[in-house]
């Protein structure tokens, strides 16, 4: 059973930059195609940014040219950098699959808020 871990949340002002991290126990993750979702308060999970086995990367649009999503497969992390911060991407980030149909348990997330 594959477990997750997220990390590397907090809260920045408007602007500004955070971090996030994803190690998985159970699996190799960055063997499979690999997703960072995020759900704000109120609503659905939603798709952020992902990344194949073959590191073709896909966003969201809110995300295009703000955030990146990276792995490192010598630590079997995936990363997801946030840049230019805005209060509306205040949300849970979560880390995952990125085919929903073969979904692992869904990790505790990572809080990120983006507040002055």
């Known amino acids: 059973q594959v477990q997750l871990v997220e990390s590397g949340g907090g809260s920045v002002p408007p602007g500004g930059y955070l971090k996030l991290a994803c190690v998985g126990s159970?699996?190799?993750?960055?063997?499979?195609?690999l997703a960072w979702y995020r759900q704000a308060p109120g609503k659905q999970r939603e798709l952020v940014a992902s990344i194949s086995s073959f590191d073709i990367l896909e966003y969201a649009d809110f995300a295009k040219g703000r955030f990146i999503i990276s792995k490192d497969n010598s630590k079997d992390t995936v990363y997801l950098q946030l840049t230019h911060l805005k209060p509306e991407d205040t949300a849970v980030y979560y880390c995952?699959?990125?085919?929903?149909?073969?979904?692992?348990?869904w990790g505790q997330g990572t809080q990120v808020i983006v507040s002055s």
């Open positions: 159970g699996a190799t993750i960055t063997h499979y195609g």
């Open positions: 995952n699959r990125a085919d929903p149909s073969r979904w692992w348990d």
